[in-house]
């Protein structure tokens, strides 16, 4: 267990509806990042935030967005779904964000039908 | 651009057969490099965190080495439990708290007994 949450597990959704994945970092953990993760095009990073403020952005579309609470917890926003979108998506978290380890949590698994 | 190669794709070995999973990178300054496992359906798990040519870390079979170009990932007598796709990332520029990773594509590893 590497101590962060991610809710829901599972995710089931039509084309064009609007979905939010919750994550938790590990406990003292200021950095989140988002992945994604499909069969074809391995895991790609979406963004980053660092202490409630974005600091990196990935291939993510403008679809997506992302926001970091002042508790630190994250939420993904995706709108507009596509089948393409259908995905594991990841959370990780470390402690500051720059050449440290980041520990993954187990993913939410999307399916657009 | 910054590029992460891992090989072979997948590797088949026999219980007790040690080999070695290679993955090379171009980066324009290597802030860490980083070894996964991930098995299907989970969250990556964390492994080792190399930072300079010449490191070197070991982990009960495994063993992870770097240089400027390429990190090897070495199994020693593997168990059929080792089975799992293995991940390589790197972390690039120079200094701040931007911390995204880039992955290799994964090597497929199956032991079998």
């Known amino acids: 267990d590497s101590g962060v949450t991610q809710t829901p597990k599972h995710l089931i959704t039509a084309t064009g509806q609007r979905v939010t994945l919750r994550c938790s970092p590990r406990?003292?953990?200021?950095?989140v990042y988002w992945y994604q993760q499909s069969l074809d095009q391995g895991l790609q990073f979406l963004i980053q935030y660092y202490n409630g403020e974005e600091r990196a952005k990935g291939n993510i579309l403008e679809r997506f967005s992302a926001q970091q609470f002042p508790d630190l917890h994250s939420e993904l926003n995706l709108s507009s779904l596509e089948l393409g979108d259908s995905a594991l998506y990841f959370c990780a978290s470390s402690v500051f964000g720059g050449g440290e380890t980041q520990y993954f949590g187990p993913g939410t698994r999307l399916l657009v039908l | 651009e910054d590029q992460v190669t891992q090989s072979p794709e997948a590797l088949r070995l026999q219980e007790g057969e040690s080999s070695s999973l290679n993955c090379s990178y171009t980066?324009?300054?290597?802030?860490?490099l980083f070894w996964y496992r991930q098995d299907p359906g989970k969250g990556p798990e964390f492994l080792f965190t190399?930072?300079?040519a010449g490191e070197e870390k070991e982990k009960e079979r495994l063993k992870a080495t770097l240089t400027k170009k390429e990190s090897f990932l070495h199994i020693t007598a593997p168990k059929p439990e080792d089975s799992a796709t293995y991940l390589c990332?790197?972390?690039?520029?120079?200094?701040?708290?931007?911390?995204?990773?880039?992955f290799g594509k994964g090597t497929k590893l199956s032991v079998k007994p």
């Open positions: 980066v324009s300054g290597l802030r860490g």
């Open positions: 190399l930072y300079s």
């Open positions: 406990s003292g953990d200021l950095s």
């Open positions: 990332a790197v972390q690039a520029g120079h200094g701040g708290s931007q911390g995204n990773l880039i």
